[in-house]
T-cell receptor, first 112, second 117 residues
Framework: GENVEQHPSTLSVQEGDSAVIKCTYS??????FPWYKQELGKGPQLIID?????GEKKDQRIAVTLNKTAKHFSLHITETQPEDSAVYFC???????????FGKGTTLSVSS | GAVVSQHPSRVICKSGTSVKIECRSL??????MFWYRQFPKQSLMLMAT?????????EQGVEKDKFLINHASLTLSTLTVTSAHPEDSSFYIC?????????????FGPGTRLTVL
């Protein structure tokens, strides 16, 4: 089955800096890679996703890149703000109809 | 759109009692719902996959007789924790995937915090 590794586990940046979180996956058949933001005591919220036929996707300050050959994908947050502080999870899905497999999460702290 | 609700948001119960958690898709029909469990400072661990009108598929290590899942309609799935014990205390989160949508995109509920005394 699919296995997703996520790094780093914690990340501290100054407001305005960029933050990058990286994930690798094991199943070459995986074709969908979402990123979720989870605030304390709340459910995960989808912030951006990418499919295997696309190499990069951007939405305002957030971007995701995918390298299918290397089987890794990354989340890039630019101009970070204190409200970006949260736990971020990457995930992968290898077959339609199956569940997402999550990375272990990255706690992002943005200090002002 | 794509809103998923859970009820209750928090529940405290005594050891040995059963607790039911509801997961509803509010603005779409969910052919498949997933139940996850999350311990503090850890990731989401899939417990089971629930398809409307059929039996749930449980992940290895998850007791199907302890965690009863019912997906009786296209907008509602329930998770019942039977004979709950303190070690069942956790954050339970459901997600739903709908008909007519990308068959990969999932939307998560806000979670239910279960505390067993």
């Amino acid at each position: 089955g699919e296995n997703v590794e996520q790094h780093p586990s914690t990340l501290s940046v100054q407001e305005g800096d960029s933050a990058v979180i990286k994930c690798t996956y094991s199943d070459s058949a995986s074709n969908y890679f979402p990123w979720y933001k989870q605030e304390l005591g709340k459910g995960p919220q989808l912030i951006i996703d990418i499919r295997s036929n696309v190499g990069e996707k951007k939405d305002q300050r957030i971007a995701v890149t995918l390298n299918k050959t290397a089987k890794h994908f990354s989340l890039h947050i630019t101009e970070t703000q204190p409200e970006d502080s949260a736990v971020y999870f990457c995930a992968a899905i290898s077959q339609a109809g199956t569940a997402l497999i999550f990375g272990k999460g990255t706690t992002l702290s943005v200090s002002s | 759109g794509a809103v998923v609700s859970q009820h209750p948001s928090r529940v405290i119960c005594k050891s040995g009692t059963s607790v039911k958690i509801e997961c509803r898709s509010l603005d779409f029909q969910a052919t498949t719902m997933f139940w996850y469990r999350q311990f503090p400072k850890q990731s989401l661990m899939l417990m089971a996959t629930s398809n409307e009108g059929s039996k749930a598929t449980y992940e290895q290590g998850v007791e199907k007789d302890k965690f009863l899942i019912n997906h009786a309609s296209l907008t509602l799935s329930t998770l019942t924790v039977t004979s709950a014990h303190p070690e069942d205390s956790s954050f339970y989160i459901c997600s739903a995937r709908g008909t007519g949508r990308s068959n990969n995109e999932q939307f998560f509920g806000p979670g239910t915090r279960l505390t067993v005394l």
